[in-house]
């Protein structure tokens, strides 16, 4: 039957999409019809139709003293896509109430670094949602940023980027190079620039195509030009280590006005 392959798509088995299309095709029938039309087993066909008639897409009802089976209308079809949404969301819920003591486990263990790389323009980007997902309203993320050469690789994402941070509230420090800030200012909003503090550095002092975020317990670092991508390190000493290297840089750059 053609539309078996389809059927077992949505999370049918083999005997049950082939006895749910006989169903349709028979209008109310007996068992015996059903598993000849079907090509299956008489026995097998009265444990399908139990099965198909939990899940709502098959009904029985007497006439006289035979027992008849009626295929429900294809629209019935939607509670199996329901069913497996229904079973997503307590596997989310699940691992929700999981997260936690995995997290734990994985402490307990000491602070083990570990290294995962990003490859191109779209590793980058990802990198970028990472930033934004794992900090928390009112965080502050520390950046390394060459700004022309990061612009030349996101300027088309740049909005949605900044919009995320703003949404929820995520604060910045950053160390420019390559260009001054001022043209940048026009670039965003004014309760944008209230959660920003900027400084620059002259390229002479800090001649770099590569930047870097320090978030949370991790530090991300991308490459803007030549061959584009990115690793982010996840070790809560080294992150707090960069920190530091980053205010002993911040003492030393020039302050940039948000006006």
Known sequence: ????????????????ASVY?????LGSAAVQQISRKAHVVRATTYVVLDSLAKRGLVTQYKEGKKTL???????????????QREVIQDKEH?????????????????DRPSVRYFSGKEGLHAMRQ???MYSEPGDVIYNFTPSDHLDAVFAEQE????????AKRIKSKTIF????????????????LKL???RFVPTDLFPSTSGMTIFKDRIAIGSFTGKLGGVIIESQSMADMMRRLFDLAWDKSESVDNE
């Open 1 to 16: 039957m053609p539309f078996e392959t389809e059927l077992k798509k949505l999370g049918l088995k083999d005997k049950e």
């Open 21 to 25: 299309l006989a169903c349709l095709e």
């Open 69 to 83: 089976f009626s295929a429900e209308p294809p629209r019935q079809l939607m509670r199996l896509l329901e069913k």
């Open 94 to 110: 699940d691992l929700e109430r999981l997260l936690p003591a995995l997290q734990i486990l994985m402490k307990s263990a000491g």
């Open 130 to 132: 990472e930033i934004v």
């Open 159 to 166: 909005n949605q980027y900044y919009r995320q941070r703003l």
């Open 177 to 192: 190079s390559t260009r001054s800030l001022s043209q940048r200012n026009k670039l965003f909003s004014k309760e944008y």
């Open 196 to 198: 920003s503090e900027r």
